[in-house]
Antibody, heavy 134, light 112 residues
Framework: QITLKESGPTMVKPTQTLTLTCTFS??????????VGWIRQTPGKALEWLVV???????SYSPSLKSRLTITKDTSKNQVVLIMTDMDPVDTGTYYC??????????????????????????WGQGTPVTVSS | DIVLTQSPLSLPVTPGEPASVSCRSS???????????LHWYLQKPGQSPQLLIY???NRASGVPDRFRGSGSGTDFTLKISRVEADDVGLYYC?????????FGQGTKVEIK
């Protein structure tokens, strides 16, 4: 059974740096196709995808937040860490880490194999609330 | 960014009756490999979202067959054949075709 749990401060001040840790079980981040991502939810319930890191250390960041985000993994500890700099009150919300599956599909194009990838989020953590306020 | 627009935003339903949620994309979500990069989630009250449908029409493990995803290109639908009380919550569509991955605004399903 796959489970993920987020941990970190519940409150930070504007301009401070937020560090969140995702501790997971039921899978390994050294297994091909496996990734862990971060998604946040505003108080108004809108969802925003932030970043994902895969088993091979491939990372994909939301362009609008890329300059403020860093994601790392520690496979031996079954943890993923998200760092977000220069926090602002608009960053207030619930932060989720989530197991992400990346698959490949091979199709033949004029006799030549072509590999495409697809991903989807399949298991979410319980979420951790973060408030940004002075 | 790809914009996903859901409708309706609020859906009162009667138990035992069917229900339908629409998700319209600003760009086609049909990849050249033939897959549709559109997924559906349900966030029950007080819980985190759970995967219902992936790649447009594939039910996730443990999801009852009364949930069905369909659509192609830019228009997608999640249908519940017979709504149960446990189906209340926020329904979201999500696309993973293009970075950044984006979500619809959510549709709140509640019992009449």
């Amino acid at each position: 059974q796959i489970t993920l749990k987020e941990s970190g401060p519940t409150m930070v001040k504007p301009t401070q740096t937020l560090t969140l840790t995702c501790t997971f079980s039921g899978f390994s981040l050294s297994t091909s196709g496996v990734g862990v991502g971060w998604i946040r939810q505003t108080p108004g319930k809108a969802l925003e995808w932030l970043v994902v890191i895969y088993w091979n250390d491939d990372k994909s960041y939301s362009p609008s937040l890329k300059s403020r985000l860093t994601i790392t993994k520690d496979t031996s500890k079954n943890q993923v860490v998200l760092i977000m700099t220069d926090m602002d009150p608009v960053d207030t919300g619930t932060y989720y880490c989530a197991h992400t599956q990346r698959h490949s599909r091979v199709t033949m194009v004029r006799g030549v194999p072509r590999v495409d990838y697809y991903s989807y989020v399949d298991v979410w953590g319980q979420g951790t609330p973060v408030t940004v306020s002075s | 960014d790809i914009v996903l627009t859901q409708s309706p935003l609020s859906l009162p339903v009667t138990p035992g009756e069917p229900a339908s949620v629409s998700c319209r994309s600003s760009e086609s979500l049909l990849h050249r490999n033939g897959y549709i990069y559109l997924h559906w989630y349900l966030q029950k009250p007080g819980q985190s979202p759970q995967l219902l449908i992936y790649l447009g029409s594939n039910r996730a493990s443990g999801v009852p067959d009364r949930f069905r995803g369909s659509g192609s290109g830019t228009d997608f639908t999640l249908k519940i054949s017979r709504v149960e009380a446990d189906d209340v919550g926020l329904y979201y569509c999500m696309q993973t075709l293009q970075n950044p991955w984006t979500f619809g605004q959510g549709t709140k399903v509640e019992i009449k």
